[in-house]
């Protein structure tokens, strides 16, 4: 017995990894294993039923009508020992096989008759899966209302029980069944909800079929631009244990959409690189669907060729393609030989082999007739499901007396230890009741230090406001006040006034020149003036205009250079008018008090790695030592101008929280020996 559960155990995680693909390859070896132990356990007990239910449950795939004999028998034992569980197993599998052989009737009373006993044991996982399983045989037959009411209660199931897996995957069932009635809107709003679940709960399995579902959806109501570019970034996504079959699914989606454009050749790229994948999983059916694509897809391309050599070479790849769809025999639908024989019959014309053409339409005439034979007995079926449907709360009900008087045998067995257990549930419910109030005690103390706490932070965050707002009005008053240092009246003075000596000159395009730089250096310093920020080619540009506006003045008095090493201009952003109150302050107090004038030198070179501007100005003038004896005398204009200066690049680094500021380490004035004054500043850039 031990030896029996033992191989059991084992294979149910093979039974339930089993696909249709993979059933193929290795059905012998799991169909020889479990009836190996059902011959080596004999007796009609519970571990043979169970193992007949798992045999049926597998067989569905490979032999319904097999498995339909073997859950029979396990419902059969499982009644006789009055075993609920095993019966609504051995029902649940019989339902599967029923659905197989498409004895929907058989399978829908099957089904029925597993919930009700599943919920008499309060297994509601159980529940419902069976209850999606009939939203699935329900839409196969048509009946789209039926299967939506199934996939609805299947879903509130999951979620009641907080599987969320089975929740998103009944939410993506369920819009496939108004994606069918052509509801998209609908549809979409249902997928979009299973996506945020599945973010919501970290299931990222669930999150990419949602993706599918919802390309899918895209390209079912002709939104070919929505759903090539989802399908396109879902192609080289990964997709878990699932990977190959859903990159092979998209794959074939965007080979449908290209081939819909008349795309043929890019279809065909997106179809062999599907047909690869199935082949790699080992996925017959679809492998045969994908031949005949491609098959289709040649043909389709001999049609937009018009030299003859290359219009049989598409002829010929089209005819071998197909051949291998009739060779695969058994892994054929009646549809897919359909489809076969009237592609080789377009082929034939083509060539304009009309006898070979018109066999093989013949061929695909037969198999249009069958198909049509069992569309009529499925709308039979259909039919007699429809009365099955209408009679299910009598079902339902036959169901619960039948269950009621199992269920009063197994209870009257054990009516000891069900006593037993509800004492056990009575203390399990005071000991919960002292721990939920002591829960709630640490809750509210809880929440009461959060409100203390939520308090501090609003007056903190008020506090912080004040502060802002105190800071933006500072900055406005300095901005305001280095405007007016800017727009020195004494400077503009003296330009209008060289202007006016120009004209008087009858120097008229000097005069024009001239003027023309002065509106511009003006038009630049009001400009700039709103912004905290601007490019150092504005600062340059400002520079150079006040530079010659000044040269203007005194003509032979001033010589200016400007040297830049910016290998990263484009990307360096700083304060407006930095730079300027000190080369005015080399001109003022450096240059003018020499009868002669001089010299000032400007260089400009950027650190890309730690983001610094090195400026450097320097001047041949009358040194630092006499600049300020004379400044005793006469306190001028650009010393407040650095001031200003010095105090927004301090309020911008408590913004930015960056050393903005001017100090003795950024700034060094030392005496030359040949005398004159050199200025290094040291501007971190935005």
């Not at 033992?6 to 993979?22: D, E, I, T």
């Not at 001239?514 to 003036?529: A, Q, V």
């Not at 484009?570 to 005015?584: C, G, N, R, S």
């Not at 006499?626 to 105090?647: F, I, V, Y």
Request: glycine share 4%; proline share 2%.
């Amino acid at each position: 017995m031990k030896w029996i559960a033992l191989c059991v155990a084992k294979l149910l995680p093979l039974l339930l990894l089993a696909s249709g693909s993979w059933a193929q390859e290795e059905g012998g070896r799991l169909a020889d294993s479990l009836h190996r132990l059902i011959q080596q356990h004999p007796q009609k007990d519970t571990t043979r039923a169970l193992l007949l239910a798992k045999q049926s449950f597998y067989s569905y795939s490979i032999d319904a009508s097999a498995g339909v004999r073997e859950a029979t028998e396990a419902l059969t034992i499982s009644d006789s020992l009055h075993w609920i569980k095993g019966a609504a197993i051995a029902l649940q599998s019989r339902g599967a096989c029923y659905w197989s052989l498409s004895n929907y009737k058989a399978s829908v009373d099957d089904y029925l008759r597993s919930i009700q006993l599943y919920k008499a044991l309060g297994m509601d996982n159980l529940v419902a899966q069976n209850l999606i399983s009939l939203g699935a045989v329900s839409q196969a037959i048509g009946d789209i209302s039926s299967a939506k009411a199934y996939y609805t209660n299947g879903a509130d199931a999951f979620k009641k029980i907080k599987n969320y897996q089975g929740f998103i995957g009944a939410l993506y069932d369920l819009s496939y069944a108004h994606m069918s009635l052509q509801q998209y809107d609908t549809a979409k709003s249902i997928i979009e909800y299973g996506i945020r679940n599945a973010l919501e709960h970290h299931i990222p399995r669930e999150f990419v079929s949602g993706k599918i579902n919802l390309a899918e959806l895209f390209v079912t109501s002709n939104q070919f631009n929505f759903g090539k570019a989802l399908l396109d970034s879902l192609v080289n996504e990964k997709f878990g244990i699932l990977e190959p079959y859903r990159a092979a699914f998209c794959n074939d989606m965007l080979s449908n959409l290209l081939t819909t454009q008349k795309d043929y050749k890019q279809a065909l790229v997106y179809r062999t690189k599907a047909i690869n994948l199935y082949k790699q999983i080992k996925h017959y059916g679809q492998i045969n669907e994908s031949h005949l694509q491609i098959g289709n897809l040649y043909y389709l391309l001999s049609k937009k060729t018009f030299t003859q050599p290359e219009r049989e070479y598409y002829l010929k790849k089209a005819e071998k393609e197909i051949y291998q769809v009739i060779r695969n025999g058994r892994e054929n639908t009646l549809h897919e030989l359909e489809n076969a024989y009237y592609v080789l019959q377009m082929v034939n014309e083509a060539r304009g082999n009309f006898k070979q053409a018109y066999h093989y339409q013949s061929l695909s005439k037969q198999v249009s007739d069958s198909i049509f034979s069992k569309t009529n007995q499925r709308e039979a079926v259909a039919r007699s499901v429809g009365y099955v449907y209408q009679r299910s709360k009598d079902s339902l009900a036959f169901a619960s007396q039948v269950t009621q008087l199992q269920l009063t045998t197994y209870f009257n067995k054990k009516l000891v230890e069900d006593y037993q257990k509800r004492q056990t549930i009575l203390y399990f419910l005071i000991g919960a009741g002292i721990l939920l109030t002591l829960m709630i005690i640490l809750l509210y103390q809880r929440n009461l230090s959060n409100t203390q706490l939520n308090n501090k932070l609003t007056q903190q965050s008020l506090l912080q406001k004040i502060q802002e707002a105190d800071f933006e009005h500072k900055m406005n008053e300095l901005s305001s006040r280095a405007l007016q240092t800017q727009m020195n009246p004494h400077f503009i003075f003296n330009c209008l006034n060289g202007i006016r000596l120009l004209i008087e000159q009858n120097d008229s395009s000097l005069a024009s020149t001239y003027l023309i730089k002065f509106s511009r250096l003006i038009r630049l310093i009001l400009e700039s003036s709103s912004k905290e920020f601007v490019s150092i080619t504005d600062e340059i540009d400002s520079l150079n205009l006040y530079l010659e506006l000044e040269k203007l003045r005194f003509k032979e008095k001033l010589a200016f250079v400007m040297k830049l090493d910016l290998p990263n201009q484009h990307d360096i952003y700083l304060p407006p008018m930095l730079i300027q109150p000190f080369v005015e302050n080399a001109i003022w107090h450096g240059l003018m008090p020499k009868p002669n004038g001089g010299n000032v030198s400007i260089q400009m070179k950027s650190d890309p790695i730690n983001r610094i501007l090195i400026v450097k100005v320097e001047d041949d003038g009358i040194g630092m030592k006499d600049s300020k004896s004379q400044k005793k005398e006469n306190e001028a204009r650009p010393s407040r101008g650095m001031s200003l200066t010095s105090d927004r690049l301090k309020l911008l680094g408590k913004k930015f929280k960056r050393s903005w500021s001017i100090n003795h380490s950024n700034i060094e004035m030392d005496a030359m020996k040949s005398g004159g004054t050199l200025v290094t500043i040291n501007i971190p850039y935005k």
